[in-house]
């Protein structure tokens, strides 16, 4: 969007701008100055100014009868651009962010073939017993986010990997209900002694968990329990993209 009619407040004036966008395309082609406004809940005035300065610009377009408004041309190149986007590069870069802000090991996970497999290593956090982790799923955390969210991968080995690992079975199903509720999977001391984890689940463009974001660290140093923690994997789980073939 040009600045010319653009004053004071220019990045609160963007902010709106990007929600007017997001409003058209939540509501669709046809969606009124009022109904874009009221989704937004930006005062009407300001909504239809912006509104008017996305279609001079060609990030919107009014609809024939000029009864609303639909997405531009320019938004709909943003929109190809974004696709034609590595995922593992924008991965590598999201990743490498979060890593500078915690301690831990932050590994990145996808559950393509019902396996959980690793697209993304911590370079300076060794991951020891890592084979533990696909091969006995129960017990680690990224492994619970796995079977929380395919109920027909059945474990019928619950191996006794650690005097922690849970192998009951009514006990598992239990945490995997907790896991399938609200996204999040814990081991400590599980999968091997003196290590813990905390996983949040990465979800396709549906409800599907397609794959996990963990951290992984010392038993006692890592608190798996730490809501703050939790949140932030929740944060940068949203921010990157995890591929399942159909």
């Not at 100055?33 to 009014?62: C, E, F, M, S, W």
């Not at 500078?100 to 393509?112: C, K, N, P, Q, W």
């Not at 080995?157 to 199903?173: E, F, I, K, Y």
Request: no cysteine.
């Amino acid at each position: 969007m040009t600045g010319r009619d653009v004053t004071g407040h220019e990045p609160r004036a963007v902010q709106k701008a990007l929600l007017l966008l997001e409003a058209v395309a939540e509501i669709g082609s046809g969606a009124t100055a009022k109904q874009i406004a009221a989704h937004t809940r930006i005062p009407p005035a300001t909504a239809y100014r912006l509104l008017n300065l996305l279609v001079a610009d060609g990030y919107l377009v009014r609809i024939a009868d000029l009864s609303g408004f639909a997405l531009g041309l320019r938004t709909r190149q943003l929109a190809g651009a974004a696709e034609d986007v590595d995922p593992r590069a924008n991965n590598s870069a999201v990743l490498g962010e979060l890593r500078s802000r915690v301690r831990y090991g932050i590994f990145l996970a996808t559950f393509e073939n019902d396996r959980v497999q690793f697209t993304d290593r911590d370079p300076d956090h060794e991951l020891a017993g890592e084979t533990a982790i696909g091969q006995y799923p129960h017990a680690s955390a990224l492994g619970k986010l796995l079977l929380a969210g395919r109920p027909h991968l059945a474990v019928a080995d619950l191996r006794r990997v650690t005097t922690h690992t849970t192998v009951d079975a009514p006990a598992l199903r239990r945490e995997l209900d907790a896991v399938r509720e609200h996204g999040v999977a814990y081991e400590v001391d599980e999968t091997r002694p003196g290590r813990s984890a905390v996983a949040v689940a990465v979800y396709d463009d549906g409800p599907l968990i397609a794959g996990g974001l963990a951290a992984i660290g010392r038993t006692g140093h890592l608190p798996v329990a730490d809501a703050a923690l939790v949140e932030l994997l929740r944060e940068y789980a949203r921010r990157v993209t995890v591929r399942v073939a159909a």
